[in-house]
């Protein structure tokens, strides 16, 4: 076993559990004393944690805490279509500072990333960190996780192959990881929510779009290019709407964010739904929160527009269940919010279209964290990064 993998287990063992004592890490690693220890000295020489006083007793001699060090500081950086959100943690990610903030994803790479760079600087001056260890980024479109650039995302005009990982880590000087959002929201609820523990969970984003991230053992299943999980372009109807992408009939083009927003409007139009209607004259625009809302109110048309969208997104998860026989499916993203309905709906039709096998003892929940599973799972990311994980 080389040194950076003893390194990363001891690291990645004071990050989830906390300040232990030598023995403690002795028990939890299984390695020999004299190579533990020496790891332990080379850590505390290079700055990445300290002694931090004495272990309860176990009998006879007692041991001495290890815990990282405080001044250990992630960014972690989670981009939608239409929103920025940042956070610092320390360590052992828990939050130092966080800001949220609309952005349009489509003005372009170079001013979304020097907005980042920005918040980052007057969180520097603010004295939150001196320097950063890692970031970590989501973007909403495909991500070549090895070259760190986004490859022909469709809602990001300007990004393709943009060098985001390396512009970050000039900028910043520190190491800096990228990936698709809905892989690190899947990375963050299975760290800190509901899919704590689970080892072949999909976290399943419904937002603007439609993506999946998709664990295998507890490890993010990239495929070769890295766009596994791209489900919001499967087709479910071969004479359906154009999507974003090009093509006709894809998920996305029935449901998610913009198309709700779509169906809604024109349900406004048509006088379909007089709740609608007036939000519309008031507003000029409707959006999926307008839907949600009505629906709530008990609006009939926003109910049957949140069930179609279920059926359309239980019909592609059902495929996905026969396929891989996952452990549980989490719903997450903006249009999570739409509730019981749109959760109703996907389990009845994954329940009645899928083996018994795989869903005898199979949990489709909404997801725990809510919006902040992409700061979590990006800062997941980069203390991976940082403590010597081969990403």
Request: aromatic share 4%; charged share 20%; hydrophobic share 45%.
């Amino acid at each position: 076993m080389s040194i950076i993998s003893v390194q990363y287990r001891l690291l990645r063992l004071l990050r989830d559990h906390g300040p232990q004592s030598r023995a403690q890490l002795l028990d939890r690693l299984g390695v020999p004393r004299p190579r533990v220890l020496a790891e332990l000295d080379r850590l505390v020489a290079a700055g990445r944690i300290l002694e931090a006083g004495p272990a309860a007793s176990r009998g006879g001699r007692r041991s001495t805490l290890v815990d990282l060090h405080p001044g250990v500081r992630f960014a972690a950086v989670d981009l939608g279509a239409s929103s920025l959100d940042i956070e610092i943690t320390d360590g052992r990610l828990e939050p130092v500072t966080s800001h949220t903030e609309p952005c349009d994803i489509r003005s372009g790479a170079s001013t979304v990333l020097d907005r980042v760079s920005e918040l980052l600087g007057k969180m520097r001056g603010q004295g939150h960190f001196s320097q950063l260890d890692a970031i970590g980024i989501g973007l909403p479109g495909p991500v070549s996780f090895r070259d760190g650039v986004p490859v022909s995302p469709p809602i990001m005009p300007g990004w393709d192959r943009y060098p985001v990982r390396d512009v970050l880590a000039r900028e910043h000087g520190c190491p800096v990881v990228v990936d698709n959002d809905v892989n690190i929201m899947a990375l963050g609820e299975q760290h800190s929510g509901v899919a704590r523990a689970v080892a072949d969970p999909l976290f399943v984003k419904i937002g603007s779009g439609i993506g999946c991230g998709v664990q295998v053992h507890g490890e993010i299943y990239r495929g070769t290019g890295g766009c596994a999980g791209d489900i919001g372009h499967i087709q479910v109807d071969p004479e359906g709407p154009l999507c974003s992408c090009g093509n006709v009939g894809c998920l996305e083009a029935f449901f998610g964010g913009v198309a709700l927003a779509r169906d809604a409007t024109a349900a406004a139009r048509s006088g379909q739904s007089q709740p609608l209607v007036a939000r519309l004259a008031e507003a000029g625009v409707l959006t999926a929160k307008d839907v949600a809302d009505c629906a709530a109110a008990g609006d009939a048309v926003c109910v049957a527009l949140i069930r179609a969208g279920g059926r359309r997104v239980g019909q592609v998860l059902a495929g996905l269940v026969s396929f891989m026989n996952p452990s549980m499916i989490v719903i997450g993203g903006g249009l999570a919010g739409l509730g019981h309905v749109l959760l109703a709906e996907i389990r009845s039709v994954v329940y009645q279209r899928s083996l018994p096998l795989a869903t005898g003892n199979l949990p489709i929940v909404m997801s725990e964290l809510g919006s902040r599973a992409g700061v979590v799972g990006a800062a997941v990311l980069a203390s991976e990064l940082a403590y010597g994980s081969p990403l």
